[in-house]
T-cell receptor, first 118, second 110 residues
Framework: SAVISQKPSRDICQRGTSLTIQCQVD?????MFWYRQQPGQSLTLIAT?????????ESGFVIDKFPISRPNLTFSTLTVSNMSPEDSSIYLC???????????????FGEGSRLTVL | RKEVEQDPGPFNVPEGATVAFNCTYS??????FFWYRQDCRKEPKLLMS???SGNEDGRFTAQLNRASQYISLLIRDSKLSDSATYLC???????????FGKGTLLTVNP
């Protein structure tokens, strides 16, 4: 497994502002993702954070709204830009720990950042 | 049709009961399947990976039915501490991205 630290753990923000969430992993990981979990909804993948290149966004998510940085294999940030109340959610960083010889692995999550937009 | 669908629940069971959750997936290319447990206001934590042959870990048994495209989780002898939301996840093709169901809320009552 991996130890994943996110901050802030929670924040209350004003409409129109932006918030950057940081994710730090205690080991180098290739695959890092950002998920969102809105109240009563499933975890929804926002994007894959790629080290040294632009993130890969899922349908419905765009870079202008959710810019992501991944400067190295242990750190990533997600910014929620120009926030509205609809962005109120828990944002979770996750990493995939791969199994030797397999092309898939298990996903581990940070504790999440609970965002409330007023 | 959603890619991953779960029994909506909630499930309320007495201590000691056996409870089963099902989860269907629509992507026939999905390679890997998982069950996660999420406590209130906490992050999801991996409970079990689901293998083709099925697997068991103590009171928990996970099964995969590729023909019908569903996975199941069986919890025997439920404990109060099993109360949580259970999420199933599947990954499509040869990647690590997981798609999750909405989760099923389980409450085990004394």
């Amino acid at each position: 497994s991996a130890v994943i630290s996110q901050k802030p753990s929670r924040d209350i923000c004003q409409r129109g502002t932006s918030l950057t969430i940081q994710c730090q992993v205690d080991s180098q990981v290739t695959m890092m993702f950002w998920y969102r979990q809105q109240p009563g909804q499933s975890l929804t993948l926002i994007a894959t954070a790629n080290q040294g290149s632009e993130a890969t966004y899922e349908s419905g998510f765009v870079i202008d709204k959710f810019p992501i940085s991944r400067p190295n294999l242990t750190f990533s940030t997600l910014t929620v830009s120009n926030m509205s109340p609809e962005d109120s959610s828990i944002y979770l960083c996750s990493v995939a720990i791969t199994r030797t010889g397999l092309n898939t692995g298990e996903l581990f999550f940070g504790e999440g950042s609970r965002l409330t937009v007023l | 049709r959603k890619e991953v669908e779960q029994d909506p629940g909630p499930f309320n069971v007495p201590e000691g009961a056996t409870v089963a959750f099902n989860c269907t997936y629509s992507n026939s290319a999905s390679q890997s399947f998982f069950w996660y447990r999420q406590d209130c206001r906490k992050e999801p934590k991996l409970l079990m990976s689901v293998y083709s042959s099925g697997n068991e870990d103590g009171r928990f048994t996970a099964q995969l039915n590729r023909a019908s495209q569903y996975i199941s989780l069986l919890i025997r002898d439920s404990k109060l501490s099993d109360s949580a939301t259970y999420l199933c996840g599947s990954s499509g093709g040869s990647n690590y991205k997981l798609t999750f169901g909405k989760g099923t809320l389980l409450t085990v009552n004394p």
